[in-house]
Structures are given as structure tokens and as C-alpha cells.
């Protein structure tokens, strides 16, 4: 009976301590390791009796090399879940690693505040949070500052009437702070990465604007066309900053909450009392984004130069390879090479494309520091003839008149910060706008150098980054052949190696 129970209460603590590792539920843990230990104990005591008289023999040194050996495993597996539950390490073996948070999400995390911590209510009934807590436990695991608290809002119908929890099918509430004493919490109905990301953000940094300039045939945030600019509105608002849109000709200032003005590619010029407006807010500490197309009447280029920026009339032309035609002249740039900036610290050699896009450089004589952001191949170069160009003539380098490359097609500047303010003003100006169109915004890294140039100019720079959420599907391609080859080896390959075997072994028995 003793040595029954003795292996009845090894089996239950052992699983016990496995539920430790598989994360099970308390409760399950605590039964286990309860009911095993003491069979344990009961079994050890009743063997008290006999262990006088069995001590000496061979048997009882033998049992005692069993139970040593069994407490040494049993010490061992305790001391590795102990050690799993103080420090828990995460594998994500997947290719597109869908198991672990982007990069994008990592560095919001970062950005918390040493002394403040991220408290995460999740409302539940029970059993149904089992979605979310792998999604939140992903936070948790990233930054020791996030903290998850479950609740059920049938059971705790206080904490459901204090933030206002109606919705029984699961709400997140993210708090900067412990939730209980947070003033400002922002809500999520959706556990996505996108959206808990988002939530964090909004709770942690302070809200951002940035005006659209509108008047002038810019790309329009609003506008869910190919030639619009709804996707790094978007891309914006899930940077925790509000978007509108600004009719600078009705206005005798530039509004006071915008963090930034987007000008991005206007093809009418631009009144000079807009510039000047313009320029009056960039010189008390404002930002300005300027994207310029080629070949379109702004009137930005005078402005740009008393900024000690200079809009090149030039068409940037590069030499690309392309599959089975060998080298190819084109005019879609692909940039892997950029300055050192905030901007661009975290793009590496990862690609960006712009279309039909102009140099852009420092102004003649300007006293000025400019950074080059992105910088085109040595194999390219500003072509002169921009009217055959565009009338698809053939064009070759001309040292006289065109400019070989490298060549920037964006840069920034930073003015100092002027008295009273925190900041001085700060400059993008990038040759081209098509990039940031919803057509082209999606290509390559293109949404990240403008998100990246918005965190910048907005004084967020400790958000720029790459890989925002990028789904990404794991695919074979497979002809007619392969795939009836691969579907006969999955329904019929074991069942054919089965009777092969049975044949086989019949036949050494019948031998």
C-alpha cells in the first residue's frame, strides 16, 4: 500500500510542477501538489515502522537510492519552475514572427517613463479572456512596466460602474498609472496589436495635430484615391495625432495647437502672405513638412531659400536592373542609402521609392546646416532636359549641364530654440510627393520615412521606427503536377507504407 501511494504522490507532484511551466491554473497546481505531497507523507510515515528493521538490508539501501534520487529530481524541476515564473523567456519560431510584437510596438514600450508604470484592466466574463491574455501577455513580457490585471465585470460590478464597462463581451482599459488613481484612461474594444499599441500610446505621450495644407491641389487626407493621402492619415491617428485640414488663405496665423503643417505636393502656387504665415510660425518653434513635386508652379522656391533650402529644377534619373533587360534608366529612385538623423537612425539600408522626383540641396551662399536624408546611387544623376524627359525622349549624362549623383532628394534642418520656447523650428523638404500617396505610401518603407519625419517633427522622435504591423502570409506556389504529387504523398504515402510493413512482417513470421 505504501509504495502505491508513494508512486500515486510522486506522479501528482510531478505534473504539479509541470503545470508550473505549462502556466495552468493556480488552482489545478495547488490540488496537485497537495494531494501528491501527501501521499507522500502519509506513505513515508507508515514506512516508519518498518525502517528499523529494514535498514540494514539491501532492499533498503536501494529504496533509499530511489527516494534521494526522486527528492533530487523533485528539488531540481521546483527550482526550474521557480526560476521560469521569476524570469518566463518567449520563442517566436515563426517565420514572420506573428508571435511577438513589432518593432513599432516595442519602441512605444520604451518610451514609457522609468518611473511610471502602464496598468492594463481587462474586463471579462470568465473564461472568455483567453483571446486577449495572449495578446497582453505580450506586453507584459516585453516591458516590466506594463502591468495586467483580469477582471470579471459580473464580479466586480464597482470597478465595471467606475469606468463605465457596458459592453460584457470584453473591454481593455489602459491607464497611465495605477488604473485605480489614473484621471486619464483610454479604452479598447479590440485586442489587436494595432489597437492596444495605439492605446498605450495615447495614455503615455501627449496628443499631437498636424494640419494638412489644403488650396493649392495638395494630396488631401481625406482622399481614399490613388493620388490621396488617407493611408498616412491613418497611419497618423495610430500615432496618437489628430489630422485636419487648413485653409491657410482664410487664416491671420497659423493655429496655435498645430505641432506641424503638411504641405504635400501642390501643383498652384501658393500665395505670398501664406508663406509669410508660414514663416512666421517656423521661426517661434514650428514644424513644416514640404513635399515638391517637379515640374509645378508652387512659388515655394523662393521661400525655400531663405530657409537655405534649394528646390532643383531637375528630374533625378537613376540606373536600375531589372529581370531579363539588363540595366535600365528610370525615374523612380529606389534610396538604401540616408543621413544620420532621427529620421532615418532606424531605416538602415531598408528601401524607400520615390517617383519622378527633384534634388533637393542647400541654397547658394546660405549659411546653414542642412542633414541629407535620402541619398540616391553614384550611378544617377539631375537631368536638365526635364521637358524631353517627360516627353519619354531619351536622355544620357551631360557633365555640362546635368549633375551626377549621389544625390539627396530629402533633407532636414533644426533652427535653435528661440527665447521661451522649448524647441526651435524644424524643416523637411523632400523632391517629391508621390511617395506618401496612398498609391505608393504602402511600398517598400516609404510609410515609415514619413511616419518617421511626422514623430520628428512633432518632437516625438522617440517614436520613430520601422515595421509598424506588417501582415505578412507564408505562401508555396506549386504547379498542377507538383500539387498532385504533394496530395497523393498526404492521403496515401502512410497508408501504402502500412500494408508494405504488414506485408513485410507476415511474411518474416510465415518464414
Known amino acids: 500500500m505504501e509504495t502505491l501511494l508513494a508512486i500515486l504522490g510522486t506522479i501528482l507532484t510531478v505534473f504539479g510542477l509541470f503545470g508550473l511551466f505549462a502556466a495552468a491554473s493556480p488552482s489545478i497546481v495547488f490540488v496537485h501538489l497537495l494531494l501528491g505531497l501527501g501521499m507522500l507523507v502519509y506513505a513515508g510515515l507508515r514506512s516508519a515502522g518498518r525502517f528499523a528493521e529494514l535498514i540494514g538490508s539491501s532492499t533498503a539501501r536501494g529504496g533509499a ?4 534520487q526522486t527528492a533530487i529530481l523533485l528539488a531540481i524541476t521546483g527550482v526550474l519552475a521557480w526560476l521560469s515564473m521569476l524570469h518566463p523567456v518567449h520563442w517566436d519560431w515563426t517565420e514572420a514572427q506573428a508571435h511577438s510584437l513589432t518593432q513599432g510596438s516595442v519602441d512605444v514600450l520604451a518610451a514609457i517613463p522609468e518611473d511610471q508604470i502602464v496598468e492594463i484592466y481587462a474586463f471579462y466574463t470568465r473564461g472568455a479572456e483567453r483571446n486577449a491574455k495572449q495578446e497582453l501577455e505580450k506586453y507584459a513580457y516585453v516591458s516590466p512596466r506594463v502591468k495586467v490585471q483580469y477582471f470579471d465585470p459580473n464580479e466586480r460590478p464597482d470597478l465595471a460602474q467606475k469606468f463605465e464597462i457596458t459592453n460584457k463581451e470584453g473591454v481593455v482599459v489602459v491607464c497611465a498609472g495605477p488604473c485605480e488613481t ?3 484612461t ?4 479590440d485586442v489587436s496589436e494595432q489597437s492596444l499599441t495605439r492605446s498605450i500610446r495615447q495614455a503615455v505621450s501627449a496628443k499631437k495635430k498636424i494640419y494638412f495644407l489644403k488650396g493649392h491641389g495638395e494630396a488631401a487626407p481625406s482622399n481614399e484615391k490613388g493620388s490621396g493621402a488617407s493611408a498616412v492619415r491613418g497611419g497618423l491617428e495610430d500615432e496618437n495625432v489628430s489630422v485636419a485640414e487648413l485653409l491657410l488663405a482664410n487664416e491671420a496665423a497659423v493655429p496655435g495647437d498645430a505641432d506641424a503643417v503638411i504641405i504635400a505636393g501642390p501643383d498652384h502656387a501658393l500665395q505670398d502672405r501664406e508663406l509669410e504665415l508660414l514663416d512666421q510660425y517656423l521661426q517661434k518653434g514650428g514644424s513644416v513638412f514640404v513635399a515638391a513635386d517637379p515640374a509645378a508652379n ?6 525655400l531659400a531663405k530657409w537655405g533650402v534649394e528646390l532643383g529644377n531637375e528630374i533625378v534619373v ?3 536592373l531589372q529581370l531579363f533587360a539588363g540595366p535600365q534608366l528610370g525615374v523612380q529612385p529606389v534610396v538604401k542609402t540616408y543621413g544620420a538623423h532621427p529620421i532615418t ?6 528601401p524607400t521609392v520615390f517617383r519622378l522626383a527633384r534634388p533637393v540641396r542647400k541654397a547658394p551662399g546660405a549659411d546653414v546646416t542642412l542633414t541629407e536624408l535620402a541619398i540616391t546611387s553614384p550611378k544617377s544623376w539631375a537631368e536638365t532636359d526635364v521637358a524631353g524627359l517627360l516627353a519619354s525622349k531619351p536622355v544620357v549624362l551631360d557633365p555640362a549641364h546635368d549633375k551626377p549623383g549621389p544625390l539627396a532628394i530629402a533633407v532636414a534642418r533644426e533652427w535653435p530654440p528661440p527665447e521661451g520656447v522649448k524647441r526651435g523650428g524644424r524643416l523637411v523638404v523632400v ?3 508621390d511617395f506618401m500617396r496612398n498609391r505608393y505610401v504602402t511600398q517598400f518603407y516609404n510609410g515609415d520615412f514619413f511616419l518617421n519625419s511626422a514623430s520628428w517633427l512633432t518632437g516625438s522622435e522617440e517614436f520613430a521606427t520601422i515595421d509598424r504591423k506588417r501582415p505578412r502570409v507564408a505562401s508555396v506556389s506549386m504547379s498542377l503536377e507538383q500539387f498532385a504529387d504533394f496530395r497523393f504523398l498526404a492521403l496515401f504515402a502512410l497508408p501504402e507504407a502500412i500494408l508494405l510493413l504488414g506485408v513485410v512482417n507476415w511474411w518474416r513470421r510465415r518464414t
Open 65 to 68: 537510492n530511489v527516494l534521494v
Open 182 to 184: 489614473a484621471k486619464g
Open 186 to 189: 483610454v479604452k479598447a474594444v
Open 298 to 303: 508652387t512659388n515655394l522656391e523662393g521661400q
Open 318 to 320: 537613376e540606373e536600375q
Open 345 to 350: 537612425e532606424k531605416l538602415g539600408e531598408n
Open 431 to 433: 523632391g517629391d510627393s
